[in-house]
């Protein structure tokens, strides 16, 4: 039986000059807000931080866009939205999943990414690799501990050419954050709303 409630907030969306747009955001150093701020900024959309608790609200817009980091090659906290999507009523509105992190997003690499987090059924112009930003100073310690216990592992789905770039910027850090790499996630919206 469908949540009447739900159904009264989904009108209510639509009846009002409220945004058809949120994003919802995981950050751990920042990096992927910063990005969703930007990209709020840019549709004039609805922004929240993942809280499991307020999944729900993205049932009421029609486009619904996800940030997350990589760890390991899992997009962190989207597996909870993937897995509510028919129950939140939303498995055929507009999902844009975008991850930031710092290997170089191949084909192959995009590939085990989307594979690996139940992407595959996503066209390619709703699934984007920003780059991100690491050091290690600044990394928090369950992080730390994460990517220790994760060890070579976290470079398996590399290739091989890739491997040693992807260990110095684990090692020296790294900063590829730009502001340009939002566009095409921009222009991907604006064309759902049309």
């Known amino acids: ?30 990096i992927t807000e910063k990005y969703a701020e930007w990209i709020a900024e840019a549709l004039d959309c609805d922004v929240m931080k993942y809280s499991r608790a307020k999944l729900g609200y993205a049932s009421m817009y029609k486009n ?15 597996n909870m ?41 996503l066209p390619d112009d709703c699934f ?7 050091d290690s100073r ?3 310690s369950a992080d730390k501990i994460a990517l220790k216990a994760m060890g070579e592992k976290i470079f398996a789905p590399v290739p091989e050419v890739q491997v040693d770039e992807a260990k110095a910027r684990f090692e020296n850090g790294y900063d ?8 095409p996630i921009i222009e991907k919206v604006l064309e759902f709303r049309q």
């Open 81 to 121: 939205l993937r897995a509510n999507l028919s129950h939140f009523g939303i498995d055929n509105n507009n999902l844009i999943v975008f991850t930031t992190g710092i290997i170089e997003p191949t084909e192959e690499y995009r590939t085990f990414v989307k594979g690996l987090n139940g992407c595959k059924q």
């Open 128 to 134: 984007y690799m920003l780059p991100g930003k690491f």
């Open 138 to 140: 600044e990394c928090r």
């Open 64 to 78: 619904i866009i996800f940030g997350g980091w990589l760890r390991g090659g899992e997009i962190t906290r989207f």
């Open 1 to 30: 039986m469908r949540n009447p409630n739900r159904q009264a907030a989904k009108r209510r969306a639509i009846e009002s000059e409220g945004s058809d747009t949120i994003l919802i955001y995981n950050s751990s150093n920042g």
């Open 176 to 183: 590829g954050v730009d502001l340009k790499s939002i566009q």
